[in-house]
């Protein structure tokens, strides 16, 4: 193609700094959010890998179960007895460090002699003192990476303060391993390595192992093996592949990987309407030069080219720009998305971005494609330009009043085919966003229809508010509706996207409080501190269990006992119920109190209860039921201390504590097939009459100063659990706001084009009299006029988009059953934020406008 | 791509319209714009079309550059018939044989008046130095020799005009097509702008058809027709007394 | 037997640790480099006990483990044959070391201050394959340990077994998948308590010293596994036991142990240590068993040793000497030693020669016996030819 139409293409996009500035902010915000939210979850995959790999090592098989973890003599047996090797024994968990807040560790306990074959990042060990032997022959002793301790400030011979479920420890550190690569430096990084006997120590688990380690050889020698092994086994205790254990609590964050890389494409579809508003909007800005080239000669196709080829200078620079505003974002991002992981599901210690090119490769691709994408049509538009020199508006306009009732059409059939989508029975959240992305395009294509038939109905109502002038303004809008539709489209999706996604997380919200509202009725709580909010695992002490629940003021206490344990689902949470009321009176019978905490979703509670209490029955969260697709009266598996036992669900209630879903079975069935005694957390009531924040203060003092444990009101805990529901909502409030930006940039770059372009109008406007006060209305009160209608618009999209959220998204993701909510305020807060975006991008163009002398105005061709 | 060369080298008749006839369809009505025209236009002629606004003038013009196509009838330009060809064989055909020049000049904003003028070169292949020379004496030869750098919207209209007319001769076309290339100029302005037109085509023996209202350039045409109601008729020349 | 660098044993075994902690195993993803760890336990001899002077031997109680000591070793080395004539070699030692004076008052199973280490090898003459494995494990959990009444010492299930106040016979069981052995050993002579009553001075120093006692003539039966045969096998082996906590002079480079069974019914065993300078270290000594049983000591000044060949490993391109002629004149002996495989250089954690040897007369070269030969410390020795 020749030289000289590139530079004329150059040149144009350079005379309109603008309408491409904002393409390109637009763009680049769009890629932006999707790469930010992308190396955010590959960062925290690609940690959480890199710490299984860690703790797995080479270990292609483990051996885990029981309540308290592996008997310690299995493993003697096995490597002395049976002679497997390699094999190795590991006791592990997680423990806060509380003078370093944000920060937790894993504790791996290991027999430095067994290691060898398994985890080879311990080699890096400091030639100095002698700090092996210490770590042997030393209790609370530990190792550091030289990097970690760096971070603390710490160096060997110092001791770092920890947690341990509710007990203080205090570590010394015998050495410091030195990483030898990368890798094995965000191994290490949150990583504490003891001895073997020392993790036995801190975690208060002797005789017991956590899990035990087995490299077994592919094919006929290793399928014998693993028999062999096998047959040792004692009830209770499994032997699994080390990958199964891994994928398993992997899968865990996969939906909310989903919803918010989904979400974030949200972001990036808005900024494709933005490139396709801006193309558009450029080629029907220079039709009269296209069709001069056109009759000079030039041929379709290379219009195409040049009109894709000016898109993808476009892209190009937006999607770089993007690539770096995303790395940056993404470092906030990926604090987000650590902190909601760990709220949620599992502790994960991640200090940096990883910057994987492959995620950057996929935004550049992305953005790109995006771009091309939208570039396609506003091309082909320039291809149908005639080969004329003399081309008139109106000739536009009527091509597009012929194309609105058919976009409309499309619309109707696309939102048809999303609502068929949504109506087939799947679980699949792909296929969910795949509807909603339609139904978004769908009402996209309504918008002009919409807008013609809303200027309408506004037309006289500006009139008799403005007179000619606003009846000028209300029909500039549908005259200039090739540029306007869009524009309003573009709004009205970012718009709808932030009623949507509001009232998705304000209906969660409110369903989360109703649901604490009802199951918090005891008046005291008492657990360790948790590292992961939704689950408690680390034991209480019995004495101080003991101690708090025959304290004056005390009614009665019941007990929890929450673990994890194997069943044919892969990990699950089961809780032991103990409704213990030794001083029960008539007022209150503590089961009947304790149980109406429960809301049942199938089942009926006189036979539930009696059936869980009596029968073995275990109930259980409404989203492990739809996860495993189970109802009342299924049976269900699960790995006991004798083996595996089945249990028949007397009852599924709600719970938005874990999106896991929970097992929950009678602290006396529990006793029966486990051998674990320990309690997890406790349940007070007071006794009539007394103050429970006295309550509260005096346990306090009861449990005293060498305890870690939370003893909090209801009214505390109920706060304490919508902090954490905010926080785990934090980041798509983020991707809210920041969908909301793109938007905004992508209106004010097609008003203040579509204004810039009217100059010549309004230069013969100014000249027939016009002052710039009235040339400023004009052009403010179109745009307001354009926000309000995609205000208007975006209420109903945005309530379509919020039903599909919470009933669709949402239970596919989660399986939590939600409440609709609609909050006026959401709906008015649309409202005003179309009107304002709009109504600022007026401003500008109005103020040139006001300013340029009509002369001026009227020169310009 | 010989089918767009033009086949009878040098001899015969430039232009050929044969029953060409026009029609749009308006709604339920179909208006004939133009009806069975037959015309025969030798090389170098200047020919001068005539018509009231919306007879027609304009849709001859595009159907013989190959713009449009006509609804009966053939087009031959130096015995190629470009009705046969395609869209995009249309478009290389008029992008190396023909000039326009524009009411409205439509030079390229973006582009310098140098640019502007090696446009049509460039769309043709890589422009040599001579072809780039002759492009830059055409410049001289319309008086904007000093002006190769600007950009358009520097010039006056009849400057821009005139660079317009270069542009239609810098890539040394068959045939010129100028639609009321005086339409937007003052009087005096125009009357310059023909006398280079007229000057220049005929210098270099270029065939040229114009459009216009003004009887003034009748005095040089060889000849002229009109149309009306659809029909394109030759007018007799009036033999100088 | 020989082994009084005991402080560079206990380096050893603490190398071999970090050795055995961090072995790279195949290709790796998470992969940090060896650091070395020699000087892991050298150091302070606070708090062990230590070798003074002469004490009474009390049996079975020290065939058992003496952990208030730094480390202690139980070695085994034989001869062995087929009826038919193929020849095998095997070593089995079992080394204990203590990484702290007093073990830590601790709440888990898995706590200790005793490690264990074995190292296995097997020369089948006949194949000409010499195989060695390695064992490192803490004395916990049963997972390795010793005792003495039944006397046992063992690392999982490679282990060493005796009944009675004598322990004899002792039962020797190893299995490193491709070899084993399973041996009882008898004893023909009584208990040798080497240096002055049983306590071996290493030098000047008071308490440089170790208790070593052996048993040198032990009529072995059982059967060794090598690749897929079980043979019946019979012959003679060696024990050794020593323990100590005293340091090695840092003059020394390294040692040239020999512990010969000889024809006639006498044994031979004596070490030579060679110091950094080159000069054979004055405190080299040994003992001659007679017939009988009678012990007489030897001196440095009675030996004279002398290097015929050298042959250099292919594996670590060490050069070790190879055959060996050692006269005792007041005795009358005048002996050539030959390795039954040139190739007897143990892969294991630390580096080092222990291998199976032919005696024959120099005069007459007649077969006069076999034995076992160790070489120590010629890694670090610049070949002679550079």
Redesign the interface.
Known sequence: MSRILWRSSLRHLLRHPWQIGLSILGIALGVAVVISIDLANQSAQRAFELSTETIAGRATHQITGGSAGVPEELYVQLRVEAGVRPIAPIVEGDVAAPAYPGRAFHILGVDPFAEGPFRSYLTGLEADDGGLVLLLTHPNTALLSSETAAQLGLRAGDSIEIRVGTARRSLLLAGLLHPADEISRRALESLIITDIATAQELFDTPGRLSRIDLIIPEGSAGDALLEQVRALLPAGVELERAAARSQAIEQMTRAFSLNLMALSLLALIVGIFLIYNTMTFSVIQRRTLIGTLRALGVTRREIFTLVLSEALIIGLIGTGAGLLLGIMLGRGMVRLVTQTINDLYFVLSLQELTIAPLVLLKGLLLGLGATLVAALVPAFEATSTPPRAVLTRSTIESRLRWLVPRAALGGVLLALAATVMLLVPSKSLWLGFGALWALLFGFALLTPAATVLLMRLLRPVMGRLFGVLGRMSARGVVVALSRTAIAIAALMIAVSVTVGVGIMIGSFRQTVVRWLDSSLQADVYVSPPSLVSSRSDAPLDPALVQRLSTAPGVKSASTYRGIIVNSPYGPTQLIALELDNPRRDAECDAAACHTSAFTFKEGEPQEIWPAFFEAGAAIISEPYAYRHNLHAGSRIRLGTDRGEREFSVAGVFYDYGSDQGVVMISRQTYEQLWDDRAISSLVIYAEEGVDVDALVESLRVLAGPEHDVLIRSNKALREASLEVFDRTFAITAVLRLLATLVAFVGVLSALMALQLERARELGVLRANGLTPRQVWGLVTSQTGLMGLVAGLLSIPVGIVMALVLIYIINKRSFGWTLQMELSPGILLQALLLALLAAILAGIYPAIKMARTSPALALREE | MTSIQPQNNGTGPLIELRGLSKAYQEGERERVVLHSADATISRGEFVVLLGRSGSGKSTLL?LI?G?DLPTAGDVVIAGTSITRLS??QR??????H?G?I???F?L????TVE?NL???L??NGRVSAAERQAALSLLEQVGLGDRAQSFP?RLSGGEQQRVAIARALAHDPLLLLA?EPTGNLDAETGRQVLDLLDRLTRQAGKTLMMVTHSSEVISMADRVYTIQDGRLVERLMEVAP | MFRFILITLIALLTVAVAYAIGRPAGEQQVQATISAVESLGAGDPEGFARAFEPRPFSFPADHGPHPEFRSEWWYYTGNLETTDGRHFGYQLTIFRSALSAEPALRGSNWATNQVYMAHFALSDVATGRFSSFERISRGAQGLAGAQAEPFRVWIEDWSVEGAGPAALPMRIRADAGEVAIDLVLESDKPLVLQGDRGLSRKGPEPGNASYYYSLTRMPTTGSIRSDEDTLQVSGLSWMDREWSTSALGEDLLGWDWFALQLVDGREVMYYQLRRRDGQIDPFSSGVLVGANGTPRPLSHADVQLEVLAFWQSPHSHTRYPARWRLRIPAENLDLVITPYLADQELHVSVRYWEGAVGISNADSAAPAGSGYVELVGYDDQPSADQ
Not at chain 2, 91 to 96: A, G, P
Not at chain 2, 108 to 111: D, G, N, Q, S, Y
Request: hydrophobic share 40%; no cysteine.
């Open positions: 595009n550059s713009i869209e995009q478009t290389l055909f008029r992008r190396r023909i326009f524009f009411q409205f439509n390229i904003p973006t582009l640019e090696l446009l049509p460039e769309l919207d639609d």
